[in-house]
Nanobody, 123 residues
Framework: VQLVESGGGLVQAGESLRLSCVAS????????IGWFRQAPGREREGVSF????????YYDPSVRGRFTISSDNAKNTVYLQLDKLEPDDTAVYYC?????????????????WGQGTQVTVST
């Protein structure tokens, strides 16, 4: 089982990034996929989620209207489009999978995690 994130980087405030999470080794449609982030000295927090069984989505209020989650089931890939980035969005972003498809889910209930990708937003 593997989740591999990519797409992070250093950008200026107001710019955009697209993160990708490629899943392998499990039945994609049986899981919900979530994006979490963790900044230094802060707890890991859920940002956005998608249920692969029905396509439902959820966004934390801090990112609603700026981030967009989507998936390509044929590629077993979930994307997170990050627009209008702010310095407070700086963190390591992780994708995680939780069996059953319910969203949102809290990080202790994730079955699998990726290694993370760094997003840094400068002023």
């Amino acid at each position: 089982v593997q989740l591999v994130e990519s797409g992070g980087g250093l950008v200026q405030a107001g710019e955009s990034l697209r993160l990708s999470c490629v899943a392998s080794g499990f039945t994609f449609g049986d899981y919900a996929i979530g994006w979490f982030r963790q900044a230094p000295g802060r707890e890991r927090e859920g940002v956005s989620f998608i249920s692969e069984s029905d396509g439902g989505t959820y966004y934390d209020p801090s990112v609603r209207g700026r981030f967009t989650i989507s998936s390509d089931n044929a590629k077993n890939t979930v994307y997170l489009q990050l627009d209008k980035l702010e310095p407070d969005d700086t963190a390591v972003y992780y994708c995680a999978a939780s069996w059953g498809g319910a969203i949102p889910f809290y990080h202790p209930y994730a079955d699998y995690w990726g290694q993370g990708t760094q997003v840094t937003v400068s002023t």
